[in-house]
C-alpha cells in the first residue's frame, strides 16, 4: 500500500508563512507528478501548485509569487512554501502524486492539513 502523510498545517498570522510537506510511503517504483489541491468551506477542491518528476512547476495565479512547490526524489517528499499568506487561503490542504507501483500508474491523496490565516 502507499501512503501520502502531511504535515506542516496550523494558524498563522496574515502576512505570515508556512512550509507545507507530504511523504509518499509504501511499496513503489517511481513518483511523477506531485501536487497540492486546496478546498475553502463551501468551495470546490482547486489546484494550488504541481511540479513534474522533472521538477517543471505550475501554480494558480491566485498563489504565483508567493508560494513555492520542491520535492525530494530521495525522500518522496514534497513541499509546499507559502509566504505573505492571506486569509482568503485558508483551507484544506491535499497533497496528491501519481505513483507508479508494480500493478499499475495510480493517483494518491493525503488526508489533508488545515491552514487558517487569521489575525
Known amino acids: 500500500q502507499v501512503h501520502l502523510v502531511e504535515s506542516g498545517g496550523g494558524l498563522v498570522q496574515p502576512g505570515g508563512s508556512l512550509r507545507l510537506s507530504c511523504a509518499a510511503s509504501?511499496?513503489?517504483?517511481?513518483?511523477?507528478?506531485m501536487g497540492w489541491y486546496r478546498q475553502a468551506p463551501g468551495k470546490q477542491r482547486e489546484l494550488v501548485a504541481a511540479?513534474?518528476?522533472?521538477?517543471?512547476?505550475n501554480y494558480a495565479d491566485s498563489v504565483k509569487g508567493r508560494f513555492t512547490i520542491s520535492r525530494d526524489n530521495a525522500k518522496n517528499t514534497v513541499y509546499l512554501q507559502m509566504n505573505s499568506l492571506k486569509p482568503e487561503d485558508t483551507a484544506v490542504y491535499y497533497c496528491?502524486?501519481?505513483?507508479?507501483?508494480?500493478?499499475?500508474?495510480?493517483?494518491?491523496w493525503g488526508q489533508g492539513t488545515r491552514v487558517t490565516v487569521s489575525s
Open positions: 509504501g511499496r513503489f517504483f517511481s513518483i511523477n507528478a
Open positions: 496528491n502524486a501519481d505513483i507508479e507501483t508494480v500493478v499499475a500508474e495510480y493517483e494518491y
Open positions: 511540479i513534474t518528476s522533472g521538477a517543471s512547476t
